[in-house]
């Protein structure tokens, strides 16, 4: 697949009236990273991710043919039913980058309606599933202009808009498990878009545990855009790309025995490097905070007193995901609620866990 694949070309189209389109998607974290990119939105290496379910976004699109025609985007956003014009510069830039694949969206006027499962100032970035719930439903509107547009296409597509929109959104559509970014092992992964992981997965991985501590429910410290731009020139990127892609093909026996103890070494060593390349970049940064590694440091001996197969993993900010297998839930939430909640801003935490991607929610 290359990017031409992905211009609107329809046979004949619908003519389409006034309509509303829904979906509801998913949050994703990451085992291998994304942290490095080149132009437009390709990443440095290939990531896997673990689909999210209690974490979403769920965006409705109304549209309704302009009357007037004209070349220049048309939309009002609201947030949780307010207007939030602070969001439109993100959306009016993703419009420009997809404008391409999809030209019919200057043909219409848009309201778009968004909200989020997860309290509005966690620390968790929305970028991912917001930016993939507002590519499906655009995909959807290609699809009622033309309904030739296969499922597995839609899907595709919109994971390749998401994609340009935030990288890491890309991996959110299906679940448990997506890869983006070409790797040799990975048969049919790309740099443009996200695949379900298409390898053996033990059941173990299909029902993992994702409890996120809210450390800290501050504004990033580093915005993506920042962040990725440090590892151009970074001194060990190179480096740190040939261990990502080694990562990815050390993890996929793993997945395939369900070897846990193999699974926490990768995670935690993933999570570890991503904000080892932080400190060490040009500004640096430190994005965990006390409690991050008071927090890693209980969850390190807890692991060895319990038994438990659980591990940590990190974005880039100071929340951390908690992961674990569904035969360590109960000791784990146990654990959790008396041992670490304290450490995090209002004793709070999300538990989440791994799911199935996207859903349709238009009626
Ligand atoms: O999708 P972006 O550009 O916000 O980058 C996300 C990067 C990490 O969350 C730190 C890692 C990842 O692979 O999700």
């Given at each position: 697949m290359i990017e031409k694949n992905f211009v609107f070309e329809p046979k004949h189209t619908v003519n389409l009236t006034d309509g509303s389109i829904c979906w509801q998607s998913p949050s994703n974290i990451a085992l291998v990273k994304y942290w490095g990119k080149t132009e437009p939105?390709?990443?440095?290496?290939?990531?896997?991710?673990?689909?999210?379910?209690?974490?979403?976004?769920?965006?409705?699109?109304?549209?309704?043919?302009?009357?007037?025609?004209?070349?220049?985007?048309?939309?009002?956003?609201?947030?949780?039913?307010?207007?939030?014009?602070?969001?439109?510069?993100?959306?009016?830039?993703?419009?420009?980058?997809i404008l391409d694949y999809v030209p019919f969206i200057t043909d219409f006027s848009f309201r778009i309606e968004t909200e989020n499962s997860f309290p509005h100032s966690s620390g968790i970035a929305s970028s991912a599933s917001g930016m993939s719930a507002l590519a499906l439903c655009l995909m959807s509107l290609q699809k009622r202009m033309d309904p030739h547009l296969s499922e597995a296409d839609l899907l595709q597509k919109a994971s390749f808009l998401a994609r340009l929109g935030s990288g890491s959104a890309a991996r959110s559509l299906e679940g448990p498990l997506v890869v983006w970014g070409q790797h040799p092992d990975v048969i049919g992964s790309s740099d443009l878009f996200?695949?379900?992981?298409?390898?053996?997965?033990?059941?173990?991985?299909?029902?993992?545990?994702?409890?996120?501590?809210?450390?800290?429910?501050?504004?990033?410290?580093?915005?993506?855009?920042?962040?990725?731009?440090?590892?151009?020139?970074?001194?060990?990127?190179?480096?740190?790309?040939?261990?990502?892609?080694?990562?990815?093909?050390?993890?996929?026996?793993?997945?395939?025995?369900?070897?846990?103890?193999?699974?926490?070494d990768i995670v935690e060593k993933e999570a570890l490097?991503?904000?080892?390349?932080?400190?060490?970049?040009?500004?640096?940064?430190?994005?965990?905070?006390?409690?991050?590694?008071?927090?890693?440091?209980?969850?390190?001996?807890?692991?060895?007193?319990?038994?438990?197969?659980?591990?940590?993993?990190?974005?880039?900010?100071?929340?951390?995901?908690?992961?674990?297998?569904?035969?360590?839930?109960?000791l784990v939430d146990e654990f959790i609620r008396t041992e670490l909640a304290s450490f995090c801003e209002n004793n709070q935490f999300i538990s989440d866990h791994a799911g199935s991607g996207a859903k349709s929610a238009s009626s």
């Open positions: 939105q390709i990443p440095k290496n290939s990531s896997i991710s673990f689909t999210l379910t209690n974490c979403h976004t769920t965006t409705t699109l109304h549209y309704s043919p302009k009357k007037i025609p004209s070349r220049s985007f048309d939309f009002k956003v609201f947030f949780e039913g307010e207007e939030k014009n602070s969001f439109r510069p993100k959306i009016e830039s993703f419009f420009n980058r996200g695949i379900r992981y298409p390898g053996e997965i033990h059941e173990v991985f299909g029902t993992f545990h994702d409890t996120i501590l809210l450390v800290d429910k501050g504004v990033k410290q580093v915005s993506s855009t920042v962040g990725h731009n440090l590892m151009v020139d970074h001194p060990f990127a190179e480096a740190r790309f040939d261990q990502a892609q080694n990562n990815m093909s050390r993890l996929m026996p793993i997945l395939k025995t369900g070897d846990l103890d193999g699974f926490i490097s991503l904000h080892a390349m932080m400190m060490t970049s040009d500004p640096y940064f430190i994005l965990m905070k006390p409690n991050t590694l008071e927090i890693i440091e209980r969850i390190w001996a807890f692991r060895k007193s319990s038994k438990c197969h659980i591990c940590f993993t990190l974005d880039a900010g100071a929340n951390v995901h908690v992961l674990f297998p569904h035969k360590d839930k109960e």
